[in-house]
């Protein structure tokens, strides 16, 4: 099993940056994938960015893309996502997704096996 535990949301204006955190706890593994997907009232969930875990590789959503940056520690043990010049359309809940072993970087909801509380991001204009 494997715990996620988000934080570093919050409030910020227009244009602004936030880094979010998730530390995992439990059974580290070394393969498949991490990721962020976020969700606001009255929308789907969507995939933010996923990257695999221990080696290269990431994948972002169309419209975050030059934006946010995620990253993992050596020790596989915290995820990030580096979020800079938020707009408003990126107010939502965040949430840090793990798979294991399977990995589907570009999956959905279904697709990650292992999810966090969420951490709320508002973006005001």
């Known amino acids: 099993q494997v715990q996620l535990v988000e934080s570093g949301g919050g409030s910020v204006q227009t244009g602004g940056s936030l880094r979010l955190s998730c530390a995992a706890t439990?059974?580290?593994?070394?393969?498949?994938?991490m990721g962020w997907f976020r969700q606001s009232p009255g929308k789907e969930r969507e995939r933010v960015a996923s990257?695999?875990?221990?080696?290269?590789?990431?994948n972002y959503a169309d419209s975050v893309k030059g934006r946010f940056t995620i990253s993992q520690d050596n020790a596989n043990k915290t995820l990030w996502l580096q979020m800079n010049n938020l707009q408003p359309e990126d107010t939502a809940m965040y949430y840090c997704?793990?798979?294991?072993?399977?990995?589907?970087?570009?999956?959905?909801?279904?697709?990650?096996?292992?999810w966090g509380q969420g951490t709320q991001v508002t973006v005001s204009s």
């Open positions: 990257k695999y875990v221990g080696y290269d590789g990431t």
């Open positions: 439990g059974a580290i593994y070394s393969t498949g994938c």
């Open positions: 997704v793990a798979s294991h072993p399977r990995c589907t970087l570009t999956g959905g909801s279904a697709d990650f096996r292992y």
